[in-house]
């Protein structure tokens, strides 16, 4: 077992590209990839003669973490997040744009980036840090971190979803009893 | 006839996916619920009441429920079901389930 854990395993890619739901009508996108992202590419959606302001957020691991999906519900949960962003803050928010990274993200690469323009600057600040509050809280992506040992997936928060779970503190990680199992 | 043994158990068990639509309903596993079964997905036998499900995955993985289950909520058909108030809800054959972890996106 601890020669088969020594290194994260790349579990194979469910889907090659970009899966993603884009509204130009809404001007919002969401997408999920296992390829590096492109954050330039995330800003072009976004620019608008309209906006004074475009700011973009990147989360980058400060350890190799895997991540995994359930691709068709994390896709409605993001478009369901954009999607009430967007009407409640209407007069403002011009364009918005998530994607999330899949499979192994090495350190020093992009797990998720999220671009959005708004008419002035402070409201931009404050719907991006509230759309990653609102991904991190509901989007149907876990992350494992990679151990010398093993691997253990982490939980954003306790009882997000279902029964809480005992403790309470954020980032609490599945007993290690549940993954000695499977990480080889 | 290892070997030979081997094959049947893979034949039986691609077997069981074929005819997930018609007598069964597909749980897909993510995370630490993937981990604990070893395997991303089971054809379970169905219809099956949302209250009945917890239990027969327990009986197919002891110890599922308190180390994975009790923290996990659950998806029929991408739509989230409350295994309280939905309890008598029935899974249909077919139905795709998923046991969804707490979620660590980010």
Same mark, same amino acid.
């Given at each position: ?27 919002? $996108?969401?997408?999920?990839? $296992? ?34 999906? !359930? ?114 | ?27 897909? !596993? ?5 981990? !604990? ?18 239990? $027969?995955?327990?009986?197919? !993985? ?17 739509? $989230? ?26």
């Amino acid at each position: 077992m601890a020669d088969a854990a020594d290194a994260p395993v790349p579990s194979k890619p469910a889907f090659e590209g970009v899966q993603a739901v884009d509204d130009p009508a809404g001007k919002t $996108y969401v997408g999920l990839t $296992y390829d590096k992202l492109d954050v330039t590419a995330a800003i072009d959606r976004v620019r608008s003669p309209k906006a004074g302001a475009v700011v973009v957020f990147i989360g980058k691991p400060i350890t190799t973490l895997e991540y995994t999906t !359930y691709a068709p519900l994390a896709l409605r949960s993001l478009s369901s997040i954009v999607a009430t962003l967007k009407s409640a803050n209407q007069s403002t928010l011009h364009a918005l744009a998530v994607v999330h990274r899949l499979g192994i993200v090495p350190i020093g690469e992009d797990s998720v980036v999220i671009a959005l323009s708004t008419s002035h600057r402070a409201e931009a600040w404050r719907i991006a840090e509230e759309c990653l509050e609102l991904v991190k809280d509901k989007v149907e992506i876990w992350k494992r971190e990679w151990f010398v040992d093993g691997g253990i997936w982490r939980a954003n928060r306790d009882g997000a979803k279902g029964e809480a779970l005992a403790g309470g503190s954020s980032e609490e990680p599945v007993p290690p009893e549940v993954l000695e199992q499977a990480d080889r | 006839m290892i070997h030979g043994e081997i094959e049947i158990r893979g034949v039986s068990e691609s077997a069981e996916c074929i005819m997930a639509s018609n007598d069964t309903f597909t749980v897909l !596993y993510f995370a630490a619920a993937a981990t !604990y079964t070893g395997k991303s997905s089971d054809a379970v036998p169905g219809p099956m009441p949302v209250s009945k499900l917890f239990g $027969y995955l327990e009986g197919k !993985y002891p110890g599922f429920r308190k180390k994975v289950l009790s923290s996990c909520a659950l998806a029929v058909n991408l739509a $989230y079901v409350d295994l309280v108030e939905d309890a008598g809800t029935e899974i249909n054959n077919g139905d795709e389930v998923g046991i969804i972890p707490p979620v660590s996106s980010g």
